[in-house]
Structure formats: C-alpha cells, structure tokens
C-alpha cells in the first residue's frame, strides 16, 4: 500500500522566514496530494491540494509543489506569523476507491 | 451548514470494556473515513464508508469496526479495549468516496483507556 514520509517533524522558523515541508510518496499512481494543518486542540483542516495533473498551486502566502518523477511534494509557507504554528501533514491518494494516507506530520512553530 | 459532529467527546474506559464512538457527516456528504490520531504516529487509517458500505480498511485488528447508516451517520466499535487505544479518533466526511475530494474533519473523540 501506498506510504508517506514527511520531514522535518519539527520545524522552528523565525517570524517573516518561509517554511518548507517536504513529502515523499511510494505509490506511483497516487494522483491527488492534500496537505492539512492541525492547531493545537482543533481539527485538521484542508489548506490546499493538488492533483498529478498540475506542478504547482499557490493560494496567497502557500504553495505546494509536486514532482511526480521523483514522487515528492513539498508545501512552501512565506512570510510566516505566529498563526501559521500547528503540525502540518501531507498526504497521498490513489483516487476515490483508495484510501487517503497521511504522513506522520510536522510541527512548526513561528517565533515572534 | 453544520460540521461534522462527533460524540461523545472525551470518553474513559478499563481494559476489556468496549466502546461506540459516532460521528454525524456534513449534510449530503456521503463517504465517512474514520483515523486514529496518536503522537508520534500521525493519522493512521482505520475505515472508510460510502453509501453504507465499507470501501476501504487500515491495518488494525478485528476489534476495530464499523457501520454507517442509511442517513450517511457512522459509528465505529472497539471491543476489548487495550490501554494502546487510547487516542484521539478522528472521523472525516467527504462528498465522494476515498476523501478525493476536500474532506472536513470532525473535532474529534478523546479516548483513555485505564
């Protein structure tokens, strides 16, 4: 079955410094890659997504990237504020008739 | 429109005991995946319904089951209960099956086995 690795699983960034995730996939045909921010004591939410089809997608200060060659994906946060800190994950899906399988997550914490 | 509803929402229990979790999906949505959230090991996947069948299943043991009902609600069981489930499970509803498209989490029930 399809496995997502993700690191760092902390990240410590500076206020104003960007923020990178990088994910890496082991099912060739994974087509669609979500990634989710969790706040401490919340519920994971959707924060972008992006499908094989496209290389890149940003949505203001976020953007993911995908490399299908190398199966890797990567979520790029600039500007960061303090209320960007929560544990980010990734994840990975075949399609609708698959599961969605998330990495084990990074904390990230901005320091004002 | 209202979220995705889990009860209850905290929940203690002894080794052995078994317990129902539930969770209410977003009004139309009709697939239910359901995840267990513990340090360290992230999401981990458990079961996902749609339109009242079972799709997909994660690597747990047999203790851990499902259902869901003909208005989309679920419920997942855990029989005989180990300290190691304690944890926070998540469930998510989406549109279509397989959370393929954006899936909206509920807030979750903390379990504690004692």
């Known amino acids: 079955g399809e496995n997502v690795e993700q690191h760092p699983s902390t990240l410590s960034v500076q206020e104003g410094d960007s923020a990178v995730i990088k994910c890496t996939y082991s099912?060739?045909?994974?087509?669609?890659f979500p990634w989710y921010k969790q706040e401490l004591g919340k519920r994971p939410q959707l924060i972008i997504d992006?499908?094989?089809?496209?290389g890149e997608k940003k949505d203001q200060r976020i953007a993911v990237t995908l490399n299908k060659t190398a199966k890797h994906f990567s979520l790029h946060i600039t500007e960061t504020q303090p209320e960007d800190s929560a544990v980010y994950f990734c994840?990975?899906?075949?399609?609708?008739?698959?599961?969605?399988?998330f990495g084990k997550g990074t904390l990230l914490t901005v320091n004002p | 429109k209202a979220g995705v509803t889990q009860t209850p929402r905290y929940l203690i229990k002894t080794r052995g005991q078994q317990v129902t979790l539930s969770c209410s999906p977003i009004?139309?949505?009709?697939?239910v995946s359901w995840y267990q959230q513990t340090p360290g090991q992230g999401l981990q996947f458990l079961f996902e319904?749609?339109?009242?069948?079972?799709?997909n299943k994660g690597n747990f043991p047999g203790r851990f089951s499902g259902r869901q009902f003909s208005n989309s609600r679920s419920e997942m069981n855990v029989s005989t209960l180990e300290l190691g489930d304690s944890a926070l499970y998540l469930c998510?509803?989406?549109?279509?099956?397989?959370?393929?498209?954006?899936?909206?989490f509920g807030q979750g029930t903390r379990l504690t086995v004692v």
């Open positions: 099912d060739s045909a994974s087509n669609y």
């Open positions: 319904y749609f339109s009242e069948t079972q799709r």
């Open positions: 994840a990975a899906s075949r399609g609708s008739n698959y599961k969605l399988t």
């Open positions: 998510a509803s989406s549109l279509e099956a397989g959370m393929n498209t954006e899936a909206f």
């Open positions: 009004s139309g949505h009709r697939s």
């Open positions: 992006i499908r094989s089809n496209v």
